[in-house]
């Protein structure tokens, strides 16, 4: 399978990496300079849970590329950056593995491909060019945007099971799921927890699996699940609470990726966790606070130190 993966920082390099190790796969990486200068000169060194230097091919240029599959993991406001060079190019599939929501009904807008879905719980860190570290094994789990094919249609469900079945073979654990729409939400209301009271408070995930700061998050995490339901998606309360938590707590020495932002002075994806969870609830009449308060408190430090313009 002919792959390329867009926005190839830690984790689409991991994957892509990964990918690249098996022969039946020639992989692409869209990346910027210096990381995929290094990856052309010597190849992309894997270490942690995978160790290998593995050869492929590395690009600054993601225009009229062609493939079978385009993996996209750029940061969910420069999507439809991505979205508009991807379509100078052909693709059978598109995967997602993006934070936040609203990502794939940006690329599907662009992109005459199907458009599927995904996550990924893989950790990844660009140690210096050319060098990503796994520094925690996952899964990917992928599947249709509608959580399931359209009656009488199994495209969308033989093409995601095929897909799945060629990462399974190339050492990446994946799950192949009919419920999307709701691992999404679920997704979105663990980050909406974790994210932003770790980026405000400078930090790690342990941070929010105790006082004063657990019922902060787990609130978040609760209006998303609200609001979830309010579109349409079975997510209760205490699920989205329960699964935020156990991630809090198997990541709890991890520093989650707006903090890491923060950190760095860069632009966060406040916009797709809760300020997508605000922009839905607004639509849909229901009341989430939290959610407003903690989009208010990032957006500001965005704007505060000149990472923001809007």
């Known amino acids: 399978m002919e792959v390329v993966v867009f926005g190839a920082g830690s984790l689409g ?37 995978f160790d290998e230097t593995v050869t492929l091919d590395a690009t600054t240029d993601g225009r009229e590329l062609e493939a079978d599959l385009a993996i996209v993991t750029v940061k969910s406001f420069d999507t439809p950056t991505a979205a508009e060079t991807l379509a100078t190019g052909a693709f059978d599939a598109v995967l997602s593995l993006q934070n936040g929501m609203g990502n794939e009904e940006t690329l599907a807008a662009a992109i005459d491909a ?4 995904g996550t990924a719980t893989y950790g990844a860190i660009l140690q210096e060019p050319g ?37 399974d073979r190339a050492g990446l654990e994946t799950v192949v799921a009919e419920d999307m729409p709701r691992r999404l939400w679920t997704k ?4 909406a927890g974790i994210n932003p009271v770790t980026a405000l408070t400078e930090t790690k995930n342990e941070a929010v699996t105790s006082s004063p700061a657990a019922e902060l998050a787990r609130e978040a995490a609760r209006e998303t699940a609200r609001v979830a339901r309010a579109a349409g998606v079975a997510l209760p309360e ?9 991630v809090a707590t198997e990541t709890a020495a991890n520093t989650s990726s707006m903090a890491q932002d923060v950190a760095a002075g860069r632009r966060t994806e406040i916009d797709s966790i809760n300020g997508y ?25 965005e704007r505060g130190t000149g990472v923001r313009s809007d």
Request: glycine fraction near 10%; charged fraction near 20%; proline fraction near 3%.
């Open 238 to 246: 205490q699920d989205a609470v329960a699964a935020m938590d156990r």
């Open 277 to 301: 969870v605000v922009d839905r609830a607004t639509a849909l009449g229901v009341d989430v606070p939290t959610n407003r308060v903690l989009t208010t408190l990032v957006r500001t430090w």
């Open 131 to 167: 060098v990503i570290k796994c520094t925690g094994a996952g899964e990917l789990v992928l599947g249709s945007l509608d959580g399931e094919s359209k009656a009488g249609d199994s495209s969308s469900a033989t093409r995601a099971t095929n897909i799945g079945a060629a990462f």
């Open 188 to 191: 979105l209301a663990i980050n």
């Open 13 to 49: 390099s991991l994957v892509g990496g990964v990918l690249a190790r098996a022969d039946e796969h020639a992989v692409t990486l869209v990346a910027r300079e210096p990381h995929a200068r290094a990856i052309c000169e010597s190849g992309l060194q894997l270490s942690g849970e």
């Open 114 to 117: 199907p458009v599927l879905a």
